[in-house]
T-cell receptor, first 112, second 114 residues
Framework: GQQLNQSPQSMFIQEGEDVSMNCTSS?????WLWYKQDPGEGPVLLIA?????ELTSNGRLTAQFGITRKDSFLNISASIPSDVGIYFC????????????FGKGTLLTVNP | DAGVTQSPTHLIKTRGQQVTLRCSPI?????VSWYQQVLGQGPQFIFQ???????GRGNFPDRFSARQFPNYSSELNVNALLLGDSALYLC?????????????FGPGTRLTVT
């Protein structure tokens, strides 16, 4: 099936540092979504992007929909311990408007 | 407002058995999607239902089936369970209209097949 390449697989940072993670694909996507998942929980929607080039913020989080429509990145500024979790990108392919394709996730650990 | 709810929270079944998982979407949402998440992976799409009609199906065997009720709640059924069916099963709701945009997930049902 369609793959989203999400990187890095894991990150270990100090509290207060900024974080950047991204997703790439060989296919064009119509929508990019970023989710955070805590252990034993379902993914929580952080940011949704709908147009190429779109830059959207949600508090300390900023995400962008790549111009080529084949990539997206998520930045977290001034990280705090509660940012710990797994971050997933998900995309919606053209003509496949009923499902999301997910990356494998980025595990973020924040050292207080 | 209540979010997406799923039941049961955890389930242990034996190979060959059948299981039914339940989901109630966010009030006002008419579309429900089901995903399977195995450990260490992102969720994989199984089904989407909108207004009681199946809108899409992922690459899963016919042992997997689902339905949506008039109140927009949904059930996922898995027959002839295999060890590989052990996973977190997630339900997501969205406003509907055939779009996958802004899907909101429930806490999931953890299925263990022994």
């Amino acid at each position: 099936g369609q793959q989203l390449n999400q990187s890095p697989q894991s990150m270990f940072i100090q509290e207060g540092e900024d974080v950047s993670m991204n997703c790439t694909s060989s296919s064009i996507f119509n929508t990019w979504l970023w989710y955070k998942q805590d252990p034993g929980e379902g993914p929580v929607l952080l940011i949704a992007l709908y147009k190429a080039g779109e830059l959207t913020s949600n508090g300390r989080l900023t995400a962008q929909f790549g111009i080529t429509r084949k990539d997206s990145f998520l930045n977290i500024s001034a990280s705090i311990p509660s940012d710990v979790g797994i971050y997933f990108c998900a995309g919606q392919l053209p003509g496949s408007n009923y499902k999301l394709t997910f990356g494998k996730g980025t595990l973020l650990t924040v050292n207080p | 407002d209540a979010g997406v709810t799923q039941s049961p929270t955890h389930l242990i079944k034996t190979r060959g058995q059948q299981v039914t998982l339940r989901c109630s979407p966010i009030s006002g949402h008419k579309s429900v999607s089901w995903y399977q998440q195995v450990l260490g992976q992102g969720p994989q799409f199984i089904f989407q239902y909108y207004e009681k009609e199946e809108r899409g199906r992922g690459n899963f065997p016919d042992r997997f089936s689902a339905r949506q009720f008039p109140n927009y709640s949904s059930e996922l059924n898995v027959n002839a369970l295999l060890l590989g069916d052990s996973a977190l099963y997630l339900c997501a709701s969205s406003l509907g209209g055939g779009s996958a945009r802004e899907q909101y997930f429930g806490p999931g049902t953890r299925l263990t097949v022994t």
